[in-house]
């Protein structure tokens, strides 16, 4: 069967990447080889701002904003204190190289996002060791009885397994993360502006 000469063009062009194309999968692979000693943890942000800037020399100020939002994302609330603050750290580090004066509104917007995820990890914790002692004082009165029967029970697994599966811990929980999540988007969405 014979093609088209129009059917023949199409198929030449498949898997032909335009050049917007070509700059975007470059901009990325680039992106991807600088960020991956930091986030492996071999390198620290200042071996990250070298890289960056000798990059940033022939590829301009673009390579350091897609950067910096590679950084960003990896913001959770979740997310330990040291990676957090190397994040940060990283993220200051090369608004330097940008020459923009938003370097003090980052980094009061990073200062916030601290705050937030020290508060939700404090909440969170008051509300489970609140949960906790009622659970505990339940499940010691079944331990007794069970002891009374001859049976052991490991009761720190059980309470730590009862607070868990309480109806008022996933009804917190969902309520807290949706708020937390909710303000930590807002801030991150700020920097994201000021980048």
Do not use: C
């Amino acid at each position: 069967m014979e093609l088209s000469p129009l059917a023949r063009q199409r198929l030449e062009r498949i898997g032909k990447l335009s050049p917007a194309e070509q700059q975007e999968l470059s901009d990325e692979r680039e992106t991807e080889a600088v960020l991956s000693p930091f986030f492996a943890g071999t390198s620290n942000a200042d071996e990250l701002w070298q890289k960056v800037k000798a990059l940033s020399e022939h590829r301009g100020e673009e390579i350091i904003r897609r950067i910096q939002m590679r950084l960003l994302d990896t913001v959770r609330l979740h997310t330990g204190e040291d990676d957090f603050n190397r994040m940060g750290e990283a993220l200051l580090a090369l608004e330097t190289l940008k020459g923009s004066r938003a370097y003090s509104t980052i980094e009061m917007l990073l200062g916030s996002i601290a705050s937030l995820r020290q508060r939700y990890a404090e909440m969170r914790q008051q509300a489970y060791e609140q949960l906790r002692q009622q659970v505990d004082q339940q499940v010691r009165a079944q331990s007794d009885e069970a002891r009374r029967q001859g049976l052991l029970m490991d009761t720190e697994s059980t309470v730590e397994a009862s607070v868990k599966s309480t109806r008022e811990w996933h009804d917190f929980i969902s309520k807290h993360d949706a708020a937390a999540q909710e303000a930590l988007n807002d801030y991150v969405s700020r920097i994201e502006a000021s980048l």
